[in-house]
């Protein structure tokens, strides 16, 4: 078996610049400050900091957490990363379950639906990892809960997977297109 580069396909750089670019522009538009979306998700203000400016992946925990604060109910699988589709606070009615899951059960839950697209797709683990770059092993512990995937892993897997379209519910995110 021919070992891919973890990015093979996928330009890295480019991903956490855009997806940097897309939580400022998400934050500002709700006028949440940094500290504010801080204090809502429990992760440091320098974190928030680094991810803005393009310099951090996030995990997946993380990101719910601020999708949530900032009230983006779903988002799109774009070109080089994941575009944001924002709703008034107050009309995201999941918001408060999503903030309040405990973060195995978010990884969990993500980890059984990415298993069963990749099921009804009938692609096999190894084909995905072929695909994506990412080693099969990590692939199996994401799918079986076991393991919390950044968010660089999360976009090639569901890029591979051909989903366009993503939405988080207090049961778990779901596909949508």
């Not at 890295?12 to 801080?38: C, M, N, P, T, W």
């Not at 996030?58 to 988002?75: H, Q, T």
Request: proline letters at 1%; a positive charge.
């Amino acid at each position: 078996m021919v070992r891919m580069s973890p990015t093979d396909g996928y330009d890295f750089s480019l991903y956490r610049s855009d997806l940097g670019k897309e939580l400022r522009r998400i934050r500002k538009l709700q006028g949440v400050s940094v500290e504010r979306l801080a204090e809502s998700t429990g992760l440091h203000e320098n974190t928030i900091g680094c991810i803005e400016r393009g310099r951090n992946d996030i995990k997946l925990v993380s990101n719910a957490r601020i999708m949530a604060a900032l009230g983006c109910e779903s988002f799109d699988i774009g070109e080089t990363t994941f575009s944001f589709t924002v709703e008034a606070l107050a009309d995201y009615p999941e918001r408060g379950s999503v903030l309040g899951l405990h973060a195995s059960s978010i990884v969990y839950m993500t980890g059984r639906t990415i298993r069963e697209r990749r099921i009804a797709e009938g692609v096999t683990i190894l084909r995905l990892s072929e695909r994506t770059g990412i080693h099969y092993n990590t692939i199996w512990n994401i799918e079986n809960g076991l393991v919390e995937a950044t968010l660089f892993n999360l976009y090639r897997i569901h890029k591979s997977l051909s989903v366009l379209s993503l939405k988080g519910t207090a049961k778990g995110l779901q596909i949508v297109g």
